[in-house]
DNA sequence: ACCACCCGTGTAATCGATTTCGTAGCCCCC
DNA sequence: GGGGGCTACGAAATCGATTACACGGGTGGT
């Protein structure tokens, strides 16, 4: 591949006149024709390693993401791939796969990359390598989960107009039992949507008693259905569920079918994330609709602002309550 | 942070001596021992962005894939993501998001920041930057999608064997007017999946009539839809329809469920793909499963054969039939 | 005892760009 | 006509690593 040097030589210039050309600096002499034809010619494309080395700017955003596979993550990716692509920026993706380590590993080699700024979102709380990027100077902006004790803005969604408004649908629906399905306490996203949940429900006199709320450690599929199986095995079962992560959603869906259960008759189900599919399920589900590609634009400006060292605040944009039929009562509209 | 220089200033040694250490090329010394102790003092980490200025080997490999929010997809890309990560290599990801323009784009930023290889699963038959790739000497493998013309191995799934299968179980269980939803005509992917499911069928005597072939341009939810739409009001409809995406199978059983029609009862429908989701649906689909993460272990594994210089032949590897229940019978197992 | 060799290390070139600094030429003005 | 200020450009330093080459000193062979 040719390089700067093939082209000032043919331009019959320096080095230094193609990169200021090509940087649309300073010249606008007749040169400039010369070194651009010479470029044409070539086929010439700058070396982005050696440009990266001098400048101190790779051009390249790092994403680290609990679970590819999960739909609301992939969205998000996509989310943030679309916009840092439009901003000029290329997109390095880690999957962590919820492991802690292997996100620190990946951390670190992101690091090595001088990437020019980091998104995580956060598998566990695993802050250890979290706290070394602040303290590198690397850009940082939490996405949808927040890590305590790391100083660095999280972007994510706030549920409690949704969940207020849940509250008020599953009273007006007649449901006096309500469960919930939540990723173990010290998570900050599952106790926050935990709490608020709980707060909700207690303005319309409704209690969430400890025997219904089920924490599953993996915040997967097969957690969701055990949770839900141990629900149904309660002397006194819930009417309605709340899984506050769709795969978990998935698992009690499968669990209520085999048990020959119905949706919404035998038990209300709504899901936190409203991915695509579930406007396919039968019934269509109820859902609580985090803004997910509003996030991860918002992820990106946020993590562009602090590289150019503007100031940036945290975001917090609000979750909706999507109703379908799955709570019984189609909605109005 | 620190640098290779500083390193060598605390140990009392040169910089020769520091990489020749860190890259355990030639001392066992006691100067070893310094200079490791000063790279942990200082929190040294070699910067990537010189090493592959220097080496021309970046250890990134990029990827296209022509839509992220398709589950299958997703597999692919975190199959990929999890062997490349694995082999010491990381990911550059770019979404072509079914747009030739786009992908094309990204390749050549690809290009610039020089990753070692490329993997492509591509949008369309968009192949003037590919063949560009190959001209550069950046090792390409493409992915799922071959590309006419363009000088690359290409790894991806055999659905003879398959499709073979199908038409036996559509024959047996009495199937006689199936149809089929595909990319349009001159799609390698979707003219071979039509070639080889109608050679299959007339092999039990059953015809698959071009009224009975359905393209959609757009390779998602609304097209699969309007396709079986079209098809249920032919004057005699079919009675089997195989959706050769997921995307499509989705928008087909909605415009089933609309209308009021039940699967396996008023109709068999088979999916291609079988991504995890279709097990919960209602009743399970019956699916050709690709082998979509070892397509994507295959895929890297091939990747680092050209880079390393070694042959590197396709890969064909076969997709299976997974009988569920969306045509009848339940499976005997 | 001398020579050849090898081992461990330092010096300096190199990768391909950007950028600082210096300079030659030109215009303008007094 | 000479000094001041531009403009357009080249020479060379620089980013942070790897690596070819040179060199000193110890070792072994004869």
Redesign the pocket.
């Known amino acids: 591949?040719?390089?700067?040097?093939?082209?000032?030589e043919r331009a019959?210039?320096?080095?230094?006149?193609?990169?200021?050309?090509?940087?649309g600096?300073?010249?606008?002499?007749?040169?400039?024709d010369r070194v651009l034809a010479a470029v044409r010619e070539l086929g010439?494309?700058?070396?982005n390693?050696?440009?990266a080395?001098?400048?101190?700017r790779t051009g390249a955003l790092g994403l680290i993401i609990s679970d590819l596979t999960n739909p609301f993550f992939t969205e998000l990716a996509d989310a943030v791939e679309d916009e840092a692509r439009s901003l000029g920026y290329s997109l390095v993706i880690g999957n962590a796969g919820e492991r802690p380590a292997q996100q620190d590993d990946y951390i670190r080699t992101l690091l090595d990359r001088r990437i020019d700024g980091l998104l995580v979102s956060s598998a566990g709380t695993g802050s250890a390598m979290l706290s070394e990027v602040v303290a590198s100077g690397t850009p940082l902006v939490l996405l949808d989960r927040t890590v305590p004790g790391v100083d660095a803005p999280c972007v994510r969604a706030d549920g409690r107009a949704a969940l207020t408004e849940l509250a008020a649908h599953l009273a007006a629906l007649g449901r006096r039992r309500p469960a919930i399905i939540v990723a173990p306490a010290g998570t900050p996203t599952g106790d926050e949507r935990l709490d608020l949940f709980r707060t909700a429900l207690a303005a319309h006199g409704i209690a969430l008693p400890d025997e219904r709320v089920g924490a599953t450690p993996d915040l997967q599929h097969t957690g969701g259905r055990r949770v839900m199986s141990d629900f149904l095995d309660l002397a006194e079962p819930p009417d309605a569920v709340l899984a506050t992560d769709n795969l978990m959603a998935l698992g009690a869906m499968d669990e209520l079918r085999a048990r020959g259960l119905r949706v919404p008759d035998d038990m209300a189900l709504v899901v936190y994330d409203d991915v695509p599919w579930f406007t396919h399920t039968d019934p269509p589900l109820t859902a609580i609709a985090q803004p997910t590609r509003e996030l991860g634009r918002a992820a990106v400006h946020t993590l562009l602002a602090r590289i150019e060292g503007r100031p940036a605040d945290p975001v917090l944009l609000p979750a909706r309550l999507v109703t379908r039929r799955s709570c019984g009562e189609p909605p109005i509209g």
Chains 1, 2 share one sequence.
């Open positions: 591949m040719a390089n700067i040097k093939d082209v000032a019959g210039v320096s080095v230094a006149t193609v990169s200021r050309v090509l940087n600096h300073s010249p606008v002499a007749e040169t400039r010439y494309r700058p070396n390693v050696a440009r080395l001098r400048t101190a």
